[in-house]
């Protein structure tokens, strides 16, 4: 069974702090795929990256980054200089391999609220 | 613009009730979803479909059904059976790269 793990529940920040969030995941499959979505306060998911197993190199997209490590299981999002703008649910969500039939559903974990203060 | 819709924005039922809650999409997507959100939780998938007169239960389909009898439309009818229907329903459809594009939610309440 897939399962992915967000330990922090809320985080508040002062805005122009950076900030991380945390996800952990599991999965018994070699290849799948791990996604984060912004859900502001209008309640729509807003999809930001997504990332195949086997593609293990950071990604920076202007002030977000995405850090992926194999071997602890983990892909944290960090968001530098953040804004109030970035107050939102951040979701961290995992796939299965497409190949196999297992990329049809999505395993959510439970979000971060995040709270950017000025 | 393409897009996935979904109306209404907000639904109200009686206890008893069943209510369609309806979703389109113009981005000629095969595979699409419905997932239920309670407050302070993730999404949980109820039914997906990845063609036109297909479809499989997720993970808490008890309650609900669904219907695709075109592409671009996939209906979600919550029914008597679901004993607490409240909560924000999104529906979804997948790109070309596995990602699921959400649209706006339908936020259901029962009276």
């Known amino acids: 069974a897939q399962k992915v793990t967000q330990a922090q529940t809320e985080i508040s920040v002062v805005e122009k702090e950076d900030v991380t969030l945390d996800c952990v995941y599991e999965?018994?499959?070699?290849?799948?795929?791990l996604f984060w979505y912004k859900q502001p306060p209008s309640g729509e998911l807003v999809f930001l990256i997504r990332r195949n197993s086997f593609d293990e190199q950071n990604e920076i997209s202007g002030r977000y980054s995405w850090n992926f490590q194999k071997s602890t299981s983990s892909f944290n999002f960090t968001i530098t200089a953040s804004q109030v703008v970035d107050s939102a649910v951040y979701f961290c969500a995992l796939s299965g391999d497409i190949l196999t039939g297992g990329g049809n559903k999505l395993t959510f974990g439970t979000g971060t609220q995040l709270k950017v203060e000025l | 613009d393409g897009g996935i819709t979904q109306s209404p924005k907000y639904l109200f039922r009686k206890e008893g009730q069943n209510v369609t809650l309806s979703c389109e999409q113009n981005l000629n997507h095969d595979a699409m979803y419905w997932y239920r959100q309670d407050p302070g939780q993730g999404l949980r998938l109820i039914y997906y479909s990845q063609i036109v007169n297909d479809f499989q239960k997720g993970d808490i389909a008890e309650g609900y059904s669904v219907s695709r009898e075109k592409k671009e439309s996939f209906p979600l009818t919550v029914t008597s059976a679901q004993k607490n229907p409240t909560a924000f329903y999104l529906c979804a459809s997948t790109g070309q790269y596995n990602e699921q594009f959400f649209g706006p939610g339908t936020r259901l309440t029962v009276l």
């Open positions: 999965t018994r499959d070699t290849t799948y795929y």
